[in-house]
């Protein structure tokens, strides 16, 4: 039970980052470079940055 928690928890974590770094890609460098490879980047950088902060985030609720 606790497993899947985890699982899921990192996986819908990831995912929101991802997105969140898409809309904000888009929303700063879209007009500078375009919004496709805007959301490209943001994607790339929220994934980078949030799959840290999600595994750091479980292991310490984890942890508790």
Same mark, same amino acid.
């Given at each position: 039970m606790v497993i899947a928690f985890l699982i899921v928890s990192l996986v819908s974590g990831i995912a929101a980052a991802m997105v969140a770094g898409a809309l904000?890609? *888009?929303?700063? $460098?879209g007009e500078a470079i375009g919004n496709? /490879? +805007? +959301?490209?980047? $943001?994607?790339?950088?929220?994934? @980078? &940055? $949030? &799959?840290?902060? *999600?595994?750091?985030?479980?292991?310490? @609720?984890?942890? /508790?």
């Open positions: 904000s890609g *888009v929303r700063i $460098g496709e /490879l +805007a +959301a490209y980047m $943001g994607s790339l950088y929220g994934f @980078l &940055s $949030g &799959s840290v902060g *999600v595994l750091l985030g479980l292991i310490i @609720l984890l942890l /508790l």
